[in-house]
Structure formats: structure tokens, C-alpha cells
T-cell receptor
Framework: EPEVTQTPSHQVTQMGQEVILRCVPISNHLYFYWYRQILGQKVEFLVSFYNNEISEKSEIFDDQFSVERPDGSNFTLKIRSTKLEDSAMYFCASSVTSGRGSSYNEQFFGPGTRLTVL | GQQVMQIPQYQHVQEGEDFTTYCNSS?????IQWYKQRPGGHPVFLIQ?????EVKKQKRLTFQFGEAKKNSSLHITATQTTDVGTYFC????????FGKGTRLHILP
């Protein structure tokens, strides 16, 4: 069964450093997402991406964040200058459709990358 | 701002008892999704509801979407230990908004 993969599974970084989290979405999916989940809290939407551009983003997704699809398979989330409060589990997800209106939108989540900022 | 609220936050039930979690949105949703997250795991899609008043069943799970498309519920009949986890609703409006989830504990 196809699945979303994410690397690394755990990333430890110093405050102020840049990190890049990597995801390989399911191959025939067109919509890609990043979410974060601070320990014990809810899943928070960060950004959605379609056709090589951002389609939606949340208030959390400020100038410190960027996303890229550098090739036909990878989808990355970059945090330019990490802060302590960026420590969280980051989930990548992908779907065939956008989920707007009545379109069916089953999002498949990857296993996550745990980011620890020291 | 747009909010999706879930209650209860935690629920402990005896194995075999029923369980219900409720999801309420401050705005009308075009559709609503439910996800389950096992402890230490990632969210797994359960279902999507689109139509006003829609009811869908998956074995022991029953999902409802309110007539006004602002609330939803998930009911599990005769809980089993495999039902343990956190159940999230998520509603697309302008953005995808997850509720805080209901964490279900099953007492043997």
C-alpha cells in the first residue's frame, strides 16, 4: 500500500539554525500539506501546496517558513531560524483532491518528524 | 477567527461501553472529516461527511453531520481496546481547521 514517508524521524537543532524537513508524498497525489502538533496538543494546519505553489497557509506559517517541491517526488518544509517554540511533531500529508466543497479528500499522513529545538 | 471545538477533551469508558465525541464549528463547513490518532502515531483518515444531515456508518462507528453543517458527532458502539486513541474532527472552510481532539481511554 502506498504511503507518505518523512525524513528524518527526529531532528535536534540549536535555536537560530535552519532545518529542512523532507517528505515524499504518494506518487499520484496532487495536493500536499504540512501540519504540526505540539506535544499533547491538537494538529495545526500550516500550509497546503498545489501545482507548485502555496494554495493556503495559516497564521503560523510566517516568513520563517517556506515549502518547496524541488523535484518530482520530494516536498520540503524549511524553517529558516528555529525558535524554541518550533519544537513539535511535523506531519506531511498528501491527497488526490483538494477537499473543497464536496470533493472527496482523504489525506494520507506521514509518520512525522519530531523537531527538537534546544 | 474560525474555530472547531470538540468535547469532551478526555473520555474514559469501560470496554464494551459506548463513546461519543462532538465537534462544533463557529462557521458553516463545506465538509467535515474525522481522523484517529493512536498514541505515538500519526492521524489516520476515517471518513468525510459532505451533505447536511448525513449519517455514515463504519462497523461500530457512526458519524453524523448536522443539518446546519456546523456540528458533527462520532459514536462508537461497544468500545474495544483497539479504539484507544485521539479522535479529531477537521473542517475545511477557508483553511483546514482541526479540533483539539477527544482522547479515548478504554478501561479493561
Amino acid at each position: 500500500e502506498p504511503e507518505v514517508t518523512q525524513t528524518p524521524s527526529h531532528q535536534v537543532t540549536q535555536m537560530g539554525q535552519e532545518v529542512i524537513l523532507r517528505c515524499v508524498p504518494i506518487s499520484n497525489h496532487l495536493y500536499f500539506y504540512w501540519y504540526r502538533q505540539i506535544l499533547g496538543q491538537k494538529v495545526e494546519f500550516l500550509v497546503s501546496f498545489y501545482n507548485n505553489e502555496i494554495s493556503e497557509k495559516s497564521e503560523i506559517f510566517d516568513d520563517q517558513f517556506s515549502v518547496e517541491r524541488p523535484d518530482g517526488s520530494n516536498f520540503t518544509l524549511k524553517i529558516r531560524s528555529t525558535k524554541l517554540e518550533d519544537s513539535a511533531m511535523y506531519f506531511c500529508a498528501s491527497s488526490v483532491t483538494s477537499g473543497r466543497g464536496s470533493s472527496y479528500n482523504e489525506q494520507f499522513f506521514g509518520p512525522g518528524t519530531r523537531l527538537t529545538v534546544l | 477567527g474560525q474555530q472547531v471545538m470538540q468535547i469532551p477533551q478526555y473520555q474514559h469508558v469501560q470496554e464494551g461501553e459506548d463513546f461519543t465525541t462532538y465537534c462544533n464549528s463557529s462557521t458553516t463547513l463545506s465538509n467535515i472529516q474525522w481522523y484517529k490518532q493512536r498514541p505515538g502515531g500519526h492521524p489516520v483518515f476515517l471518513i468525510q461527511l459532505v451533505k447536511s444531515g448525513e449519517v455514515k456508518k463504519q462497523k461500530r462507528l457512526t458519524f453524523q453531520f448536522g443539518e446546519a453543517k456546523k456540528n458533527s458527532s462520532l459514536h462508537i458502539t461497544a468500545t474495544q481496546t483497539t479504539d484507544v486513541g485521539t479522535y479529531f474532527c477537521a473542517g475545511p472552510r477557508d483553511k483546514i481547521i482541526f479540533g483539539k481532539g477527544t482522547r479515548l481511554h478504554i478501561l479493561p
